[in-house]
């Protein structure tokens, strides 16, 4: 996906604004700021800023002077559990979170960014802290790597998941923070939302649930057979009553994530096994940018 990174402008530049995120100069919580140095102060100064300390020592007024960051951390949540293991379009959905995952950070490093993420399974997580290097960015794509391939064995799947992997990223991130999360469509429990409610609190949000076409409509195609973790089920999909009743639950969990950015103010980014990822983002970007 590095080669990729420059068909799609998500990160603004001096230059250009990005529609999509435009992680500097947008509507996201702005950068933190250090501290630069103390000076003597000056009329229109802000009052809030002086230094109490050095004024007293010295008996005149001096401000402190702050700086704002150059770069913000960007952390990546990934989810690679069974669930995700499937597709009917052009990928897997496990792939196309993968692919999004490593497209997000090889921009966010290009922009000079720090990037970490966590990357969760049905068994585990494993977390790689927020750098700016390309051994820090290889080696969250590593870990992605490998539960991806893992993806095939079988095993007992962790209740909750999703919402301990938000509840850790919540521990480890600083304020201020851009947190892009990739996971399932169907991941959205009541817990997780809770969870994801909290995190927006003091980090920057991208929401990007991953679906596949059979998630939201059945053919009818007669007896369809699904099984997961031993258990199996059998659908007759000329039931025009199932079929329209799975159609109204892809649209409610798709109302759900709606409601759900809409009431924290943060960016969602549905992505689909239908359509290339890339395009996909190039007509969200088009759409972004003509309104």
């Not at 989810?79 to 990928?91: D, I, K, N, Y």
């Not at 993968?98 to 922009?111: E, F, N, V």
Request: net charge positive.
């Amino acid at each position: 996906m590095r080669h990729r990174v420059r068909e799609v402008q998500l990160f603004s530049s001096p230059a250009r604004r990005s529609p999509l995120i435009g992680l500097h100069h947008s509507k996201l919580r702005g950068r933190g700021v250090d501290f630069d140095q103390v000076r003597i102060y000056q009329a229109g100064d802000d009052v809030r800023t002086i230094d109490w300390r050095v004024t007293a020592r010295t008996q005149e007024p001096h401000t402190k002077l702050f700086h704002e960051e150059r770069e913000r951390p960007v952390f990546i949540i990934v989810e690679q559990t069974q669930r995700l293991f499937f597709g009917t379009g052009l990928v897997f959905k496990s792939v196309l979170a993968a692919q999004a995952a490593s497209l997000m950070g090889w921009a966010a490093l290009a922009h000079n960014d720090r990037v970490g993420g966590l990357v969760f399974s049905d068994h585990d997580h494993h977390e790689i802290k927020p750098r700016r290097s390309k051994q820090s960015l290889l080696q969250l794509l590593s870990r992605l790597a490998r539960a991806n391939q893992a993806l095939g064995s079988p095993g007992s799947a962790q209740r909750e998941g999703f919402s301990l992997a938000l509840r850790r990223a919540r521990e480890v991130l600083r304020p201020g923070s851009l947190v892009v999360i990739l996971c399932d469509e169907r991941a959205l429990s009541e817990t997780a939302e809770q969870q994801i409610a909290l995190l927006s609190r003091h980090t920057d949000l991208i929401l990007m649930p991953v679906s596949d076409p059979l998630d939201h409509a059945l053919p009818a195609a007669g007896l369809l057979r699904f099984a997961e973790q031993g258990a199996q089920l059998e659908l007759d999909t000329h039931a025009a009553d199932l079929r329209q009743a799975y159609r109204e639950q892809g649209e409610a969990r798709i109302a759900r994530w709606e409601r759900l950015a809409q009431r924290l103010g943060v960016l969602l980014l549905p992505l689909s096994t239908q359509e290339g990822m890339i395009e996909q983002l190039r007509d969200y970007l088009q759409h972004r940018g003509a309104r």
